[in-house]
């Protein structure tokens, strides 16, 4: 059984450093545990993912760019999320107004080759399945 995501949930990218929270805004006015609930539209950079500390991925211009400053040597650069798409597949049976509620195993794609994973819900009580 997959846990459903709500804010707080600790999410992380395969090119960055650290760890980050998903945060969601209180819009769609349903929570679980005590937390606004989490749906597969809640992906924009810099409100509902944060930065994942540095990012190694040669396709981030910037690192790119670093990278070929030091000579062809990997220098990772500050993380600013990519994310164009929603997180897939999400719960397609749960809505959340019309959308899909998102649970754990639900994956996010940032426009530098990073997958992005749920690696805690925020929350333990809500299940689905």
Excluded: E, H, K, R
Aim: proline share 9%.
């Amino acid at each position: 059984m997959a846990n459903q995501v709500c804010s707080g949930a600790i999410i992380s990218c395969s090119f960055g450093s650290a760890p980050s929270t998903l945060t969601i805004l209180p819009v769609n006015m349903v929570n679980t545990s005590s937390m606004p609930a989490a749906t597969i539209m809640d992906y924009t950079p810099l409100v509902n993912i944060m930065s994942f500390g540095t990012c190694s991925s040669p396709t981030n211009p910037t690192v790119a760019a670093a990278t070929s400053a030091a000579l062809g040597v990997l220098t990772p650069m500050p993380c600013i999320p990519a994310t164009a798409s929603p997180w897939t597949p999400g719960i397609s049976d749960v809505a959340i107004g019309s959308l899909s509620a998102l649970d754990d195993s639900s994956t996010c794609t940032c426009s530098y080759a990073g997958t992005i994973s749920i690696t805690s819900a925020g929350q333990v009580q809500t299940t689905v399945s």
